[in-house]
């Protein structure tokens, strides 16, 4: 099985910055994307940022991103860690929510299949 887990989640002041880290774990042959979603109170899910990861090579590349995060964020992916990162700077109280980090991963016995973490809030106070 795959597995995800988030770390870095609690309260951030506004202005300031977030960091935020997914770990995948388990029986992995290829991980072809990471990124992540979040979801404030009351509303829907969506997508913040994701990023492909090209394994030969280590290199992790750009997608998409949410537009109301441009130029705030900055996605990472480390394949040898099986690790995605995501910074957030000048955080907004808009930006409070619980965010998910979603997997694109081939396990080594299985086929393609999107895996997801917990969750971790991020809540930024004024």
């Known amino acids: 099985q795959v597995h995800l887990v988030e770390f870095g989640g609690g309260l951030v002041q506004a202005g300031g910055s977030l960091n935020l880290s997914c770990v995948a774990s388990g029986n992995i042959f290829k991980i072809n994307a990471m990124g992540w979603y979040r979801q404030a109170p009351g509303k829907h899910s969506y997508r913040v940022a994701m990023t492909i990861s090209d394994y030969s090579a280590h290199i992790g590349y750009y997608i998409n991103l949410q537009e109301s995060v441009k130029g705030r964020i900055t996605i990472t992916i480390d394949i040898a860690k099986n690790t995605v990162y995501l910074q957030m700077n000048q955080v907004k109280p808009e930006d409070t929510a619980v965010y998910y980090c979603?997997?694109?991963?081939?396990?080594?016995?299985?086929?393609?299949?999107?895996?997801w973490g917990q969750g971790t809030q991020i809540t930024v106070s004024l």
């Open positions: 979603k997997g694109d991963v081939v396990p080594i016995t299985h086929g393609r299949n999107d895996y």
